[in-house]
């Protein structure tokens, strides 16, 4: 597998959209992995702090509603 933006060898895959990215251009950034409740209804997220980012797309910091699929 190739770099998306420079065709190096890659050295592993965006989390968030699975672009290809070599190490020159891989990038880090917080990844939710899962909201939950906690104690006091209180909205708690499980977050990997160097999720690999490959610097060009835009994750959005929240879920996106998407009721058209139901
Ligand atoms: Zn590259
Ligand atoms: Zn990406």
């Known amino acids: 597998m190739l770099c998306f ?3 190096n060898p890659a050295r592993g895959t965006c989390r968030f959209c699975g672009r290809a ?6 990038e880090t950034m917080p990844f939710i992995l899962t909201i939950y409740l906690g ?3 209180t909205p708690k997220a499980i977050v990997v ?4 980012f490959c610097g060009l797309c835009r994750p959005q910091p929240e ?3 998407m009721p ?3």
């Open 21 to 26: 990215v070599c190490h020159d251009h891989m």
């Open 68 to 70: 058209e699929l139901f």
């Open 63 to 65: 879920p996106i509603e």
């Open 5 to 7: 933006q420079c065709e």
């Open 39 to 41: 104690k006091e209804q």
């Open 49 to 52: 702090s160097d999720a690999l």
